[in-house]
């Protein structure tokens, strides 16, 4: 069973970076593609990001591009999204999820996604 466990999360002033981590165990996720979501007070889960599993095809949402990086690392089974420039608006829980074999047309669709972690609070302060 696939196990999602994301770390980093924090209290940040707008203007900063932050980096949170998900670092799996229960496979390797290095065949599959992966995604970030976030979830804010009130709102439906949205599609932040999402990384085929060689990390060569990556996108973004339109309100992360150029502030956002996602990547991740096969030794260590794990996924990172970087952020910078952080807005209040993006407070959030952040949560990754594995696509499994999903294509890229449905990698923003969170539907697409069948292992979850429990998500990561980041909170940015104005």
């Known amino acids: 069973q696939v196990h999602l466990v994301e770390s980093g999360g924090g209290l940040v002033q707008a203007g900063g970076s932050l980096t949170v981590s998900c670092a799996a165990s229960g496979r390797s996720l290095n065949k599959y593609s992966m995604g970030w979501f976030r979830q804010a007070p009130g709102k439906e889960r949205e599609f932040v990001a999402a990384?085929?599993?060689?990390?060569?095809?990556?996108s973004y949402a339109d309100s992360v591009k150029g502030r956002f990086t996602i990547s991740r690392e096969h030794a260590k089974n794990t996924l990172y999204l970087q952020m910078n420039s952080l807005i209040p608006g993006v407070t959030a829980v952040y949560y990754c999820a594995d696509g499994g074999m999903v294509g890229a047309g449905r990698r923003f669709e969170w539907e697409s996604y069948a292992y979850w972690g429990q998500g990561t609070q980041v909170t940015v302060s104005s």
């Open positions: 990384i085929s599993w060689s990390g060569g095809t990556t």
